[in-house]
């Protein structure tokens, strides 16, 4: 009988299958065609810890007019308003003051003023009382339901010094027309790329630790490669705030901030 010779092609591709398959074995074939090393994958969180250095004050201011433009004229006065009043507390960078949202729509509304003439001159349906703050002519304060122009702002002010944060919440209480502030903590860009590297290394710290733990006493671990999470978890502690008038006090805790990683360590015989 014949004897069949076997194709040199064929006999190459079976060593390269045993080959594939030795590694994987060996746990040296991870995805990674040829890399003869075994390697280990681990998963590993570290957190970083700091105080907020900033406060944030959001705030609604509205104005109202009988056409559009004079709406947005009182806005634009009351604007004014805090910006005058925030000066000293954003170090006159106005920059701070940023609008979040505006639009002007036509809405009913209830209009108070002081009166002198006669009450049947105002529409239906109105009240009138003793004029609250006093004068020789205004003999009434009134009320009355209307139509016209509110033009509405939203407004996000960053207070670069937290310590200023009751002062400046203050300072615009007595603001008219301005409402829904809330006051809040927030990191400057500075301290959160500190912490963001500051977790960051401890993330992978404790996994490297983890990993030459796995490994044990007979190889080294250097890291192949590592993946960050897109999302770090800022953990915001609860704040509160004592401020009435031109004072007060913001009272801000510790933060945390939570980088996630994982990462594929090489392992090197000892």
Known sequence: MAKKEIEPALVLAALAVIGVVLLALLGGYKGCLGCAFQTISVSASGTAFGYPDQAAISMNANGTGQAPAIANANLTGTVNLIGSALSPYINKNFSQIQTQYYSVNRAKVTLCSNFTGPTVNLPAPFSCNPNPYGGTTAKLYCCYNSTAYVALQSILVTIPNINNASLAFGAIAGIPNVNSQS??????????GSLLNQSLTRALANATAQAQALAGSRFSVSVYNITVMNNPLIYYPLASSSSSGSGGSFFSGRIGVTRSVNVVF????R
């Open 183 to 192: 006051l809040s903590q927030r990191l400057s860009p500075s301290l959160a």
């Open 266 to 269: 090489r392992l090197t015989p």
